[in-house]
Structures are given as C-alpha cells and as structure tokens.
C-alpha cells in the first residue's frame, strides 16, 4: 500500500502493511460497528485469545504468560510501572537504548528515588562479547532491573540477550528485553531468551496493523505485572487483565493471524533470508561508498534487516536541526525515507531492508547523498 515512486527505506520506524491484512482489518472495523455488544462485550475475550494463540505458538509463548498491548512502549511500561523499587536501587540499560524507552527508565527512577545509569558499549563492535561483556561487568549489587535491546534502534545491532539474560539470572537480576524489532526480523523463541520480561511489536516486521504487539511475563513473575489501563480484571490473572483494558478498538489484534497467515505463506525463512542478505549487501556497499568504517563486523553476523551507516564527511559533523533539514529534502526532493540518526555525536543513516525494497533502493540513496557532500564541501 506504499506511494508509488518512492524508495521507501524505513520499515524498522512504520513499514508497509499487506493490502490483505488491511482489508481484513476493515471487515473486522466492520463486523464491531454491526454487533458492538455482542463483539467488543460478550466475546472479545474469546476473540482476542484466538487472536493471541498463533502468535504463542510462533513465539513459544503460552497464552496465559502474555498480553496484547498497543505498542512496545505500552509494554515496557506496564513492567516499569508494575515494579517496585527502594532508594539507591539501580536501573540500568545501554547507551544503544530506544530513546522513549529511556525516558520511560528515567521517570521510573525518579519515582521511587532509584538511579537510571546507561552502560556504554562503544561502537565498532566485532563480536557478541563486545556486547555482552560491558553489561555484565556491570552489573552490581544494587542493580535490579536490566533493560535491553534485542534489536538496537539507533545502531541496528542485535544484542546476545541470551547470554546477557544468563549472567543477570545468576546474580538475581531481573532483565526486560525490549523487542520492538526481534518478531519476524530474527528467529525467536521468547521464553528460550531467559527474560524476565518481553516486549515485542508485530506492527513491524510481522507487518500486523498498526497497534498491535505483545508483553510476555515468565510465569513466576506473572501476578505482579499489570497493564498501564487497570480496569474491572484487576488481580484476576496476567492474560485477562490485559485482554480488557477499558473500551477500545480490538480490530487491530482480531487482525493478528491475518497477518501472521500472509507471512507464513511467503514464508519466514525466504523472507529473513532476503531482508537479512539485502541488509548485509547494503551495508557493505554504503560504507564503502561513503568510504566510512562500519559499526559492526562486515560479515552481517551482527545485524538483521537494519544496518546504520555513519555519513560522509561533511554530512557527518551536520547539527541535529541540519539532518532533520536533509531527512525532509531526502523526502521531499528525492523520494527516498530513510531515518537519519545521530549516533554518538555523529550522524549516520539506517536501512531497513524489507521484501518490497530493491537494490536499486540503495544505489539511489548512496547517489544522491554522495552528491549532496560533494555540494556542502
Ligand atoms: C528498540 C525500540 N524499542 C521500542 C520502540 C518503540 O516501539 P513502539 O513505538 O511500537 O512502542 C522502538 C520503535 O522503533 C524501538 O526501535
């Protein structure tokens, strides 16, 4: 349902949706307005677990340890506002965080007089350990919530969670793994991470509607988490206080297998497969036409279908107003969205690749921003 003409670059931020799942989408929309009682009152808890059901099976999750949530943001939260914390206890995340997801850290913290501290994990990175060893070395024993990335947004890098999640168990630290890009980028088997907590988009890489994604609470933590809308289910049980959070418009999960369905049917395999081998080619071929080192090893064995790509020189050194100036003239004038990121006091680009998305994509995009540095040299 994308515009026409225009390369389209950033599925990671909103993507494209299937014209077969938006069109299911509408029957449901449609199918509320006709019956709203008898959907949104008698049934919806019966219609939102059919709805959740392929997911858990896709995800290894049981229905009774996750809920439907509007976005990845929605879930975080819940666990961060369903936490307590004392004084001096610490929160702790990575300078590769999702900046709302540290804004949400941040607030929480000052809530309970607790510290909100990022660990810097410098970029390039070469190997897992690169990532997994700063966390850990960490960790101290005021530390009690680890929140981390499974798929970074400003650096596109996926973190060893697994690993990250291990070391944090054996020292009793509780990890919330912040998903918002891991479902149908990577394989994924969300109890197997060892999270305690995990939030998970399917408006992304599923290519779900918009508005649907997920929390997952490993069973023994189940009845302390609650969703940010407490409403009549409360203390009843994880799956049916967030399966009725106050009145809303359910259309978007009813629309969940739709989508899962459309997806299956290309096939997960061929499509990772080609989102993952187009993201390695891109990479490759913008850092060395920008002549710039990559942030991760060449190979691809870091990414998935997103690779941040630092800027050539003088595009670099550009203020953060001088990129968002450039994003919209990428837009505007040259038909190509693609984020501009500034990472680490450097401004980089971030592809993402998707099944839509051609080669001719890039070479358009590496053409037109090396053209635009030549003009501001
Ligand atoms: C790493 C990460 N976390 C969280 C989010 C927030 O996702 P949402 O806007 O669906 O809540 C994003 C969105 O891009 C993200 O990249």
Redesign the pocket.
């Known amino acids: 349902m994308l515009k026409e003409g225009i390369s389209f670059l950033n599925h ?2 909103f993507g494209g949706v299937p014209r077969v799942v938006f069109e299911e989408q509408e029957r449901w929309r449609r199918r509320i307005e006709a019956e709203p009682i008898e959907l949104l009152g008698r049934r919806q808890a019966e219609l939102i677990e059919v709805a959740k059901r392929p997911v858990g099976t896709w995800l290894g999750m049981r229905t009774e340890d996750f809920g439907l949530v509007t ?4 879930g ?1 939260n819940a666990v961060l506002y369903s936490l307590r914390f004392a004084p001096g206890d610490e929160l702790l995340t990575t300078t590769h965080v ?1 900046n ?2 540290r804004m949400a850290m941040r607030h929480t913290a000052a809530r309970h007089d607790a510290t909100y501290r990022e660990v810097d994990i410098p970029t390039p990175v070469t190997s897992r350990a690169d990532i997994a060893g700063p966390i850990i070395e960490a960790l101290n024993e005021r530390t009690k919530l680890v929140v981390i ?1 499974h ?3 400003p650096t596109g890098l996926i973190f060893p969670v697994e690993e990250i999640a291990a070391a944090c168990a054996g020292r009793g630290v509780e990890v919330l793994i ?1 998903g ?2 891991a479902p149908g980028m990577i394989p994924l088997d969300v109890p197997a991470t060892g999270a305690t907590y995990y939030a998970g ?1 399917l ?2 890489w599923v290519c779900a509607p918009k508005g649907c ?1 997920f929390l997952w609470v490993a069973s023994r933590r189940r009845a302390d988490v609650h969703p940010c809308v407490v409403s009549h289910n409360y203390g009843k049980s994880l799956a049916e206080e967030f399966g009725w959070q106050g009145t809303r418009d359910a259309s978007a999960w009813l629309t969940i297998p739709a989508a899962l369905r459309f997806m299956a049917d290309v096939g997960w395999e061929r499509i990772r497969q080609h989102n993952h081998a187009l993201a390695v080619w891109a990479h490759a071929m913008l850092c060395e036409r920008f002549g710039v080192w990559p942030l991760s090893p060449i190979d691809g064995s870091l990414v998935g279908a997103t690779a941040t790509v630092r800027l050539p020189l003088p595009l670099a050194d550009m203020t953060d107003e001088e990129a968002k100036a450039l994003q919209q003239s990428l837009y505007t004038d040259h038909r190509i969205e693609v984020p501009l990121v500034a990472w680490q006091g450097v401004q980089h680009l971030r592809v993402s690749c998707q099944v839509y998305n051609r080669a001719d994509d890039y070479h358009r995009l590496s053409e037109v921003i090396s053209a635009v540095a030549a003009r501001r040299h």
């Not at 976005?71 to 929605?74: G, T």
């Open positions: 990671g931020s976005n990845a943001s929605e975080i999702y709302a997801v990335d798929i970074t947004s912040d918002a890009h988009n408006h992304k994604a």
